[in-house]
């Protein structure tokens, strides 16, 4: 019987480190890009949960978005994950930052579940 809620015990502990994991926010980056190219962020999605991101605020004197996409996982699973795609330029010199939103986008007043920033130096 001990063992049993020691196995138990282990099961949930490591199903909760799982679920805190998801949590966690893309580490902040910095990138560099010369004028005129183009470049992707790419975060993990899942559009079945009603969460996405979303561009939250941009420097758009130093960098410009060009395009956004979702490219699903090869899996057939329902409920699949994959991943958001989002495309950049870099359009003039200069250091710009980029901050993504995870949320769901007809709670209105709600604090983003998470959020990734990046840092663009434009050469």
Same mark, same amino acid.
């Given at each position: 019987m001990r063992m049993r809620w020691t196995v138990l015990s282990l099961v949930l502990?490591?199903?909760l480190s799982a679920c805190a994991a998801? *949590?966690?926010?893309p580490a902040p980056a910095s990138m560099t890009v010369a004028a005129g190219e183009e470049f992707d962020i790419r975060l #993990? %999605?899942? #559009?079945s949960t009603g969460f996405r991101w979303q =561009? $939250?605020?941009i420097d758009d004197k130093v960098v410009r978005l060009v395009d956004t996409r979702y490219e699903p996982t090869a899996s057939d699973a329902l409920g699949a994950g994959g991943t958001d795609v989002f495309s950049f330029v870099g359009v003039a010199k200069g250091r710009g930052d980029i901050k993504l939103v995870f949320l769901r986008p007809w709670? *209105? $007043? =709600? %604090?983003p579940a998470r959020t990734a920033e990046y840092s663009v130096d434009v050469l």
């Amino acid at each position: 019987m001990r063992m049993r809620w020691t196995v138990l015990s282990l099961v949930l502990l490591v199903f909760l480190s799982a679920c805190a994991a998801q *949590k966690r926010a893309p580490a902040p980056a910095s990138m560099t890009v010369a004028a005129g190219e183009e470049f992707d962020i790419r975060l #993990p %999605a899942n #559009p079945s949960t009603g969460f996405r991101w979303q =561009v $939250g605020s941009i420097d758009d004197k130093v960098v410009r978005l060009v395009d956004t996409r979702y490219e699903p996982t090869a899996s057939d699973a329902l409920g699949a994950g994959g991943t958001d795609v989002f495309s950049f330029v870099g359009v003039a010199k200069g250091r710009g930052d980029i901050k993504l939103v995870f949320l769901r986008p007809w709670e *209105k $007043g =709600v %604090a983003p579940a998470r959020t990734a920033e990046y840092s663009v130096d434009v050469l």
